[in-house]
C-alpha cells in the first residue's frame, strides 16, 4: 500500500514499476545494470476519489499522457531500490498537492483614501519635475 494522505492509499497493484537501464555517464555498468525506473500509473483507472482525478488530469503536467496515465523516470541513485523508492515517493508528493484545494480568490476594492494617497504622491511628484524644468523669462 502506498499511503498519499490518512485517508487516500493505493493499492501496489495500481502502479506498474519496471526497471530500464539509466541514462548519461557512468562507463561499462551503466551498459550492464538496469538500475533506473520507470513508473506508470493510469489516473482513470485507479482508485483515487473522483474530484482529485480529475484535479490530476487537469494539471497541465508533461508527464500526464493524452490517455491520463503518468509516467515517471527515477534515476537519481545508484542503486534499484533507492530509485523504486524514490519514484513512489514522488508519486505520492504528486498526488498529495492535488488533494490540496485552491481557496477561491474574493475580488476586493482599493480604498477611496489609498487611490487619494496615490494621486497625493502623483501630484508632488509631478510639481517636484515641474519645478526641474529651465525658466522661460
Do not use: C, Y
Amino acid at each position: 500500500m502506498i499511503t498519499i494522505t490518512d485517508s487516500i492509499q493505493l493499492a501496489d497493484e495500481e502502479v506498474e514499476l519496471s526497471a530500464i537501464r539509466a541514462q548519461g555517464s557512468g562507463g561499462q555498468n551503466v551498459n550492464k545494470v538496469s538500475s533506473a525506473i520507470h513508473l506508470r500509473f493510469d489516473i482513470a483507472a485507479s482508485s483515487l476519489p473522483e474530484p482529485v482525478k480529475q484535479r490530476l488530469l487537469s494539471r497541465n503536467d508533461s508527464r500526464v499522457t493524452n490517455e491520463g496515465i503518468f509516467i515517471l523516470k527515477a534515476q537519481n541513485f545508484r542503486t534499484q531500490e533507492q530509485n523504486r523508492q524514490d519514484a513512489i515517493a514522488r508519486l505520492a508528493e504528486w498526488v498529495a498537492a492535488a488533494t490540496v484545494v485552491a481557496k477561491k480568490r474574493k475580488p476586493t476594492r482599493i480604498s477611496r483614501a489609498a487611490k487619494q494617497r496615490r494621486q497625493e504622491t502623483k501630484k508632488k511628484s509631478s510639481q517636484r519635475k515641474q519645478l526641474r524644468q529651465k525658466i522661460d523669462f
